[in-house]
């Protein structure tokens, strides 16, 4: 299997790089309004935000801020094909201006935006991020009633295009062999991700490394798992880093991506040669992690009524039969982009990865 993942430099509030309904999946992580470290990039699109932040406008601001990503919404609903699924990750922000301090719901906003251009807004997920400060308050500290909880969590805003799920052939052999196990399903599809810590910036110095934003490789691969099948697009319209890119990578997946800022696609390309490693770990984590599964399964007195196709241990389900898991085999740049070749795992999976579980060193 080969899959070719491409990077545009420009503005995402256009995508017309990108033809007409040929995204299956959006995972994308915008800046987020109101967070003074984007008050640059956004007040660089609307001079009017500028006015609005010195004058202590903080609803008008925000307000401006978020219409500046409304375009940005408005192009994926052109690219995304029917059924097609839109993840956001977006935090909250809280800010005093004018004298006041108080809490902006992007999260709540970008809901409004994507139901007023029809998508179907799904179930969300919040997620932990790790805090920067061992101080767990804000304001007046151990004396009320002033102090104020900090905001520890980010959203990830799930949309549907349209009314109708995706419909695929009977039996397609790209969306069962991209089925996730049994008990992969029960922790993934959970509203709470608890298990998921953040991550520090690797960038090194320059205006780059002050607007890129912490976005763990977990999440990106976990939605593009839960979200798209093998032969899938996925598009990252504010690309940054190109976590989302790297994910799809690792997922078996297309990927296309828009970035401002050329700087970034630099870093990517050191990124880049860690990503077959990223991928074996993954892949081998995600097999062990079942066979652990099975073997207190089977402990606990319980039977399995299904073999994989595949691999030497039994799963929960018929649909889970005909998974399989790639590994990288190599990556080649081509034609502005990449290509990925992808090898499938079979039964000798770990001497395929040279993979040692953590658990029991095997």
């Known amino acids: 299997m080969k899959t070719d993942h491409h990077v545009y ?7 017309t790089a990108i033809e007409e309904n040929t995204v299956d999946l959006v995972v994308t992580s915008p800046p987020y309004p109101m967070i003074e470290m984007w008050d640059e990039l956004f007040c660089s699109f609307d001079p009017a935000i500028e006015s609005h932040l010195d004058a202590g406008r903080g609803r008008k601001a925000f307000e401006a801020m978020h219409a500046t990503l409304d375009s940005v919404w ?15 990750n977006i935090g909250d922000a809280t800010r005093s201006l004018d004298g006041s301090f108080r809490r902006y719901q992007n999260h709540s906003r970008i809901v409004s935006a994507f ?48 009314q109708n799920q995706r419909s695929f052939e009977p039996n397609a052999e790209r969306r069962y062999g991209a089925a996730y196990f049994w008990e992969e399903r029960n922790r993934w599809f959970s509203d709470l991700w608890t298990e998921i810590t953040g991550r520090s910036q ?17 999440i990106p691969y976990r939605l593009i798992n839960m979200y798209s099948v093998y032969g899938d697009t996925v598009l990252d319209p504010f690309w940054g880093t ?23 696609k630099t870093a990517f390309d050191q990124r880049l040669e860690t990503i077959p490693a990223i991928t ?34 039994p799963v929960m389900t018929k649909q889970e039969q005909p998974v399989t898991l790639y590994r990288i085999e190599a990556i080649e740049s081509r034609d502005g982009g990449y ?13 395929e990865l040279e993979f040692e579980s953590p658990e029991t060193g095997k």
């Open 9 to 15: 430099i420009g503005d995402s509030r256009s995508l």
């Open 74 to 88: 408005e192009s994926i609903e052109r690219v995304l094909v029917d059924g097609g699924i839109a993840c956001v």
């Open 115 to 162: 139901d007023a251009l029809g998508f179907e807004p799904l179930p969300s997920i919040l997620w932990r991020k790790p805090t920067n400060s061992a101080a767990k308050f804000m304001g007046s500290g151990m004396v009320p009633p002033n102090a104020y909880v900090t905001l520890e969590h980010e959203h990830i805003l799930v949309f549907r295009n349209g």
């Open 202 to 218: 690797q960038l090194t110095g320059g205006q780059s490394r002050e607007r890129s934003a912490a976005y763990p490789f977990v």
């Open 242 to 264: 190109g976590t989302t890119t790297l994910a799809a990578m690792a997922a078996g997946r297309h990927s296309v991506g828009k970035e401002l800022d050329e700087g970034f």
């Open 280 to 313: 074996d770990e993954t892949v081998g984590r995600r097999l062990s992690a079942h066979e652990s599964f099975v073997a207190q399964r089977r402990a606990d007195g319980k039977q399995f009524e299904y073999d994989a196709e595949n691999y030497p241990f």
């Open 339 to 351: 290509r990925v070749s992808h090898t499938p795992l079979g039964v000798d999976w770990r001497t």
